[in-house]
């Protein structure tokens, strides 16, 4: 992606104002001497060797046409010298280069400003408002844009769609965040909590998370918050909840979110150790740490897009945690930023790392221990190495090791893979059984705010 897509600095022009009026008096005064000059060089030249050459060279006829074409080719040679000179002179001396006026190009705006008024425009026109005759009225998006079944809003849909909306600033009133706000509380589950569409009727610690830090950025505050965010933390653990405390993706999510609605919690300082421990080393990178999709054993492969999450979810824990960052959490931060910027088979354009993945979370049934719940989460890894690099611990470390330049180059390759999975500012997950594609809330959110971050993060009005 070019400096000014990303509006990294202002359009340059680099063409100058032509000067009015023809050459000076001093130009025409060169050109005039040298035309005189060019005349009597050659003609000297001919008399000259004319005059010395002997007679025994070929007669008359060879000493005149040896003497005439040097003559020639002196007079040439003196006219180009006065033409040079003529244009210098007209030239006059060296100027700096003009700039555009602030008034003309470089005020125009580049491609990402379109990219969100699109976007913005898509969602007011695809927001759905359902009256519910146990919920009343509500005001959102569905898990997708464009579904095929009647859209009616879901927690995280509409969760993420307020996200957008406070990105956004919400520039008109076609869009209120507070109906957003009224509608995630109304989708609240009757025994607290919320869950995917997915999951059914029993609240889910990723998905009560997720909508808790979305209210919280929207200004909820209170008891019924500081209620909520109870629940969430004292059904998170392992005894409750085994399968989603060994989840990478779980574990992150829930440790973001509750950084936004409660960074008092006392679980948070848990979740971060238990993160930090649940990274493994990489032979294949200089034994770096990173993550995989699990946080104990069997750990599976070594994964940029959970070890991605994990630096976002640990560098915003040192960040806003009043327990300083312990020696273990901070080192495996730091490792998985240089595991990530060792991407194997890296182009100065692409990193492999970058593919999208899906993976499974599988719990047991509460009503039925012998039978599993599956949700299907699908990542938008672009997105989220774009996000890990964009940490200020990620600049740090790359500023310490003399990392900068792989630094930047994993940077603008995330920003680059980001910007090209949108069409007018909607993002699209294509399904490999077929040839349909989705556009999912979380993937639309996840591209415009990385995109955004990026764009203010590059900003330098210096330039």
Aim: aromatic share 6%.
């Amino acid at each position: 992606m070019s400096q000014q897509q990303l509006g990294r600095g202002p359009l340059r022009s680099d063409g100058t104002a032509p000067e009015p009026g023809g050459p000076s008096e001093a130009a025409r005064f060169v050109g005039w001497l040298g035309s005189l000059g060019c005349a009597a060089a050659g003609y000297a030249v001919f008399q000259f060797l004319f005059g010395v050459l002997p007679g025994s060279l070929g007669g008359e006829a060879a000493k005149y046409l040896i003497s005439g074409v040097s003559g020639i080719g002196t007079g040439v040679a003196a006219w180009l010298a006065a033409a040079l000179l003529r244009a210098r002179a007209a030239a006059g001396p060296p100027r700096p280069a003009v700039t555009a006026p602030v008034a003309a190009e470089s005020s125009a705006p580049g491609p990402l400003p379109q990219v969100f008024a699109a976007a913005y425009g898509t969602l007011v026109d695809k927001v759905c408002v359902v009256d519910d005759p146990a919920r009343g009225r509500l005001t959102g998006w569905s898990h997708s844009l464009g579904e095929s079944s009647p859209p009616r809003p879901t927690s995280v849909g509409t969760a993420y769609g307020l996200h957008i909306m406070l990105d956004f600033g919400v520039p008109d009133g076609r869009l209120r965040t507070g109906d957003l706000v009224d509608t995630l509380w109304r989708l609240r589950l009757p025994a607290g909590g919320w869950s995917a569409r997915s999951q059914g009727a029993e609240p889910r610690p990723e998905v009560t998370a997720l909508v808790l830090g979305a209210l919280a950025r929207a200004g909820a505050s209170g008891e019924p918050l500081a209620e909520e965010v109870g629940r969430c933390t004292a059904g998170f653990t392992r005894e409750l909840d085994r399968a989603g405390r060994e989840s990478t993706h779980v574990v992150t999510t829930v440790l973001r979110g509750l950084l936004r609605a409660a960074p008092g919690s006392a679980v948070l300082p848990v979740l971060r150790e238990a993160l930090a421990d649940g990274a493994i080393s990489d032979p294949r990178r200089e034994h770096l740490r990173c993550w995989s999709y699990r946080l104990d054993p069997p750990y599976g492969m070594p994964s940029a897009l959970h070890t991605a999450q994990a630096v976002v979810a640990l560098d915003r824990a040192a960040r806003v945690l009043d327990e300083p960052e312990g020696a273990g959490a901070r080192s495996a931060r730091e490792d998985g930023v240089r595991w990530l910027l060792a991407c194997a088979g890296a182009t100065h354009t692409h990193c492999p790392d970058l593919r999208n993945l899906r993976e499974e979370v599988r719990r047991p049934r509460t009503d039925d221990p012998e039978r599993h719940e599956v949700l299907n989460v699908r990542h938008f890894t672009a997105s989220w190495v774009l996000r890990a690099l964009m940490t200020p611990g990620a600049r740090e470390v790359a500023a310490q090791d003399g990392l900068e330049e792989a630094w930047r180059e994993r940077l603008d390759g995330a920003a680059a893979a980001v910007w090209a999975g949108q069409t007018d500012g909607i993002w699209s997950w294509g399904r490999t059984d077929s040839s349909e594609l989705r556009h999912p809330m979380w993937m639309t959110y996840q591209g415009l705010s990385a995109l955004r971050a990026h764009a203010v993060w590059m900003y330098r009005p210096e330039e």
